[in-house]
C-alpha cells in the first residue's frame, strides 16, 4: 500500500520558517510530480508548489521566493522550506504524488501537517 507521511509542522512565529518533511513509501523514479496542498480554515485546498520529475519546478504566487520544494531520491523524502511566514501561511499542508505506471496515472496524498504562523 503506497504511503505518504509527511512531518515537521507545528507553531511558529511570523518571520519564522519550518521544513516539511514527506515519506514516500513508492519508488521515487515512478513518480511524475511531487506536489505540497495547503488548505485553512474555509477555504479550498490549494496547489502550493510543484517539482515535476525533470528538476523543474513550479510555486504558487503567494509563495513564490519564500518557499522551496526539493526531493532526496536516495531517501524517498520530498520537502518543503518555508521561510518568511505569514499567518496568511496557516494551513494544514499535504503531500502529494502522482504515479505514472504502464501509460496510467494514480494519485496519492499524505495525511496532513498542521502548520500554524501566530505571534
Known amino acids: 500500500q503506497v504511503q505518504l507521511v509527511e512531518s515537521g509542522g507545528g507553531l511558529v512565529q511570523p518571520g519564522g520558517s519550518l521544513r516539511l518533511s514527506c515519506r514516500v513509501s513508492?519508488?521515487?523514479?515512478?513518480?511524475?510530480?511531487f506536489n505540497w496542498y495547503r488548505q485553512a480554515p474555509g477555504k479550498e485546498r490549494e496547489l502550493v508548489a510543484t517539482?515535476?520529475?525533470?528538476?523543474?519546478?513550479n510555486y504558487a504566487n503567494s509563495v513564490k521566493g519564500r518557499f522551496t520544494i526539493s526531493a532526496d531520491i536516495a531517501k524517498n523524502m520530498v520537502y518543503l522550506q518555508m521561510n518568511s511566514l505569514t499567518v496568511e501561511d496557516t494551513a494544514v499542508y499535504y503531500c502529494?504524488?502522482?504515479?505514472?505506471?504502464?501509460?496510467?496515472?494514480?494519485?496519492?496524498w499524505g495525511q496532513g501537517t498542521q502548520v500554524t504562523v501566530s505571534s
Open positions: 513508492i519508488s521515487m523514479y515512478s513518480i511524475n510530480t
Open positions: 517539482l515535476i520529475s525533470g528538476g523543474s519546478t
Open positions: 502529494n504524488v502522482d504515479q505514472l505506471v504502464a501509460g496510467s496515472r494514480y494519485y496519492y
